[in-house]
């Protein structure tokens, strides 16, 4: 399984972007997905998470700012990034549960590689 991450940037102060979060391989079914970031010298930390059940949960420095999606047809997962502030530049990172087989219930936890956004005051 692979996680695919895209759509990073340089973008000013207020700008927006939207993440992608492509996933490929062995899929029976996508679980929760989570976005995180990184910026440098600091703990990666979660941003947004979705639920199978769609099911949102947001870090309280961008609630009202980000929305988190997903299309499981499409296996992708997006995060939409409004009023960006120089303090999320970041490295971001998708995170995913996968289960593989319809003959096993495990969840796998993957990580994808990171894009990096950069927001300009």
């Known amino acids: 399984v692979q996680l695919q991450a895209s759509g990073g940037g340089l973008v000013q102060a207020g700008g927006s972007l939207r993440l992608s979060c492509g996933l490929s391989?062995?899929?029976?079914?996508?679980?929760?997905v989570g976005w995180y970031r990184q910026a440098p010298g600091k703990q990666r930390d979660l941003v947004a998470f979705?639920?199978?059940?769609?099911?949102?949960n947001y870090a309280d420095s961008v609630k009202g700012r980000f929305t988190i999606t997903r299309d499981n047809a499409k296996k992708t997962v997006n995060l939409q990034m409004n009023s960006l502030k120089p303090e999320d530049t970041a490295v971001y990172y998708c995170?995913?549960?996968?289960?593989?087989?319809?003959?096993?219930?495990?969840?796998?936890?993957?990580w994808g590689q990171g894009t990096l956004v950069t927001v300009s005051s």
């Open positions: 995170n995913a549960d996968v289960r593989t087989s319809a003959f096993n219930p495990r969840y796998t936890n993957y």
């Open positions: 979705i639920s199978l059940d769609r099911t949102t």
């Open positions: 391989g062995e899929i029976f079914r996508i679980g929760a």
